[in-house]
């Protein structure tokens, strides 16, 4: 089954303790990204990967950091996470050249808790 | 710079009655698509829809239509019969085509609607 998949679901983290949330997809989508969603803020992009090893901020990159070491993986990784990155994300991935109708295909999302 | 506006944040409509959610956009580039997701309270994303900048006719997808108006820079959804399943927040999206950010979508806030019976 095509898919996206991110774990864990739900996190709950004290500050400043260092998390990885992963992301996989098996679609062989060039195009990945990240993505955080906050009420009355819809989603707004982390960060996002248009191929391997090619990685470019978002427009709330302050604070996460990504790696795309392979085309199937795209982690999320919080160094040194803060109560204001407590919010819903999602892994998303895509085909990207030449494909302006395809859809992002999303993971379930993962609700993080930082205390 | 490219923009997805959604001025509903809450929408209500009576079960089997038709509604629609509106979302503009703004953008230079000539080439773009654009997109509507569904987020039920489990919270998935799921898409819905897909219009693109140079197609002649309206999208549509069983119960769901996008009312494109180019010249307006509108793209609104249409939900015909509406069940109370389609209780949701509803996303409207774009992605422009241009090679440094083609993959790119960019979101709008979204609509809360709800469904009553």
């Known amino acids: 089954e095509a898919q996206v998949t991110q774990n864990p679901r739900y996190l709950i983290t004290v500050t400043g303790k260092k998390l990885t949330v992963t992301c996989s997809q098996n679609m062989n989508h060039e195009y990945m990204s990240w993505y955080r969603q906050d009420p009355g803020l819809g989603l707004r992009q982390i960060y996002y990967s248009m191929n391997v090893e090619v990685t470019d901020k978002g427009d709330v990159p302050e604070g996460y950091k990504v790696s795309r070491k392979e085309k199937r993986n795209f982690p999320l990784i919080l160094e040194s996470p803060s109560p204001n990155q407590t919010s819903l994300y999602f892994c998303?991935?895509?085909?990207?050249?030449?494909?302006?109708?395809?859809?992002?295909?999303f993971g379930n999302g993962t609700r993080l808790t930082v205390t | 710079a490219q923009k997805i506006t959604q001025t509903q944040p809450g929408m209500f409509v009576q079960e089997k009655e038709a509604v629609t959610l509106d979302c503009t956009y703004d953008t230079s580039d000539p080439s773009y698509g654009l997109f509507w997701y569904k987020q039920p309270s489990s919270g998935e994303m799921i898409f819905l829809i897909y219009?693109?900048?140079?197609?002649?006719q309206n999208a549509t997808e069983g119960r769901y239509s996008l009312n494109f108006q180019k010249a307006r820079k509108s793209a609104n959804l249409v939900i015909s019969a509406s069940q109370l399943g389609d209780s949701a927040m509803y996303f409207c999206a774009m992605r422009v085509d241009r090679g440094s950010t083609l993959g790119r979508l960019y979101f709008g806030r979204g609509t809360q609607l709800t469904v009553w019976p």
């Open positions: 998303a991935s895509s085909f990207r050249t030449g494909r302006l109708n395809s859809p992002l295909h």
């Open positions: 219009q693109g900048s140079y197609d002649q």
